[in-house]
């Protein structure tokens, strides 16, 4: 048993070891009141990126969001009204697990 705690904290010291790298969730459908449907694990940012939630709403309702590494900072804080009822914004952070 003690040696699996062991190992269980060698893993996990070996994927945050990296200076500048954050562990973020990485969900390529997120439906609410279901959670994650189409599930990646993490990914880990590289120096510049950050962990991103795209949601997607229609009508008010949350439909959809999307979770993962960015490529870059471009990509972060951006809000599209696709038409009166349709928007989609995302969010970015730089918190390890900050987008679940």
């Not at 500048?20 to 969900?27: F, M």
């Not at 999307?66 to 900072?73: I, P, Q, R, S, W």
């Amino acid at each position: 048993m003690r040696r699996m705690i062991f190992v269980g904290v060698f893993i996990l010291f070996c994927l945050l070891g990296d200076v500048g790298s954050v562990l973020c969730r990485s969900c390529n459908l997120s439906v609410p009141f279901h959670g994650c449907l189409l599930d990646f694990g993490v990914c880990k940012t590289k120096p510049g990126q950050y962990c991103i939630q795209e949601s997607h709403v229609k009508g008010g309702i949350q439909w959809f969001t999307v979770k993962g590494c960015t490529e870059d900072h471009s990509e972060c804080f951006k809000k599209e009204h696709i038409n009166a009822f349709e928007t989609h914004s995302t969010h970015c952070c730089l918190q390890p697990m900050c987008n679940f």
